[in-house]
């Protein structure tokens, strides 16, 4: 492996937004306006992102486990999603950001399906930043789904001759950099099966900072931090030191 401990800018950020319930019931409205609230801020942050160089922002949209949410709170999730695709999609590509849904998307609804395929081929070519939406997404599923393809591509093959690095190429998330780090709103300090595999050696950020409040100043935060960390991959100190120079 590399160690790319040098760099103090993270190649690839992942967020959990967690919060957004608490932040409405906090004014008294329904948590319905914290997810659209919450939901408002994304692009700001897309934006912010690619302007300080950030190449893979991949955010937790929907969990396999969110569908046990009451109905209501799920539809909007997906009414949110929708809407991102229909409204924010085109003045995010202008500003060259590609787009690319993880998830089990056979899940929802066939409408749903279709504007995720147009928006993903609309911004394909697109180089500026990658903003990786994960929707009804699970490490452990990711995972599974890996080994399965894996063994549908090479069904002469035994498990022995499986490695790493070809089960990554087989992740939701193949061709892309590991997490470098992962931030988590809203006070909780746990991954949540969010990208177990991809995040192994991402370092881990977390803030009480509700998500619908978290802004540009708050991901600087959290960037400056992770310039302060000394990410080793399992080296020493004394390894580190001389790998880094
Ligand atoms: C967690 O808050 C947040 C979610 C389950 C959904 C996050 C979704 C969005 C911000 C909108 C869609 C995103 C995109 C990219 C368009 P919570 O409800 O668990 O908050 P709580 O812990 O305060 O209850």
New binding site residues.
Partial sequence: MTVQATATLPQHIAI??????????QRHLP?TV???K??S??RGLVEHCAKLGVKYLT?????TE?WN?PAD?VST?MG??V???EK?MSSLAAAGVQLKVIGDVAGFAPELQTRIQAAEKATQHNQTIT?V?AANYGGQWDVVQAVKNWQAAHPEASADQLTQAQLAQYLSTAGMPDVDLLIRT?G?QRISNFLLWQSAYAELYFTDV??PDFDRVQLEKAIYWYGQRQRRFGLTSDQFLKAAV
């Fill in positions: 959990i937004m967690d919060g957004n319930g608490r932040w409405a019931q948590r914290g997810h659209a919450g939901s801020g994304v955010l937790f949209a929907f969990s969110n949410r709170e999730l949110l999603f809407q991102y695709l924010e903003l939406v809203g909780e509700l998500w």
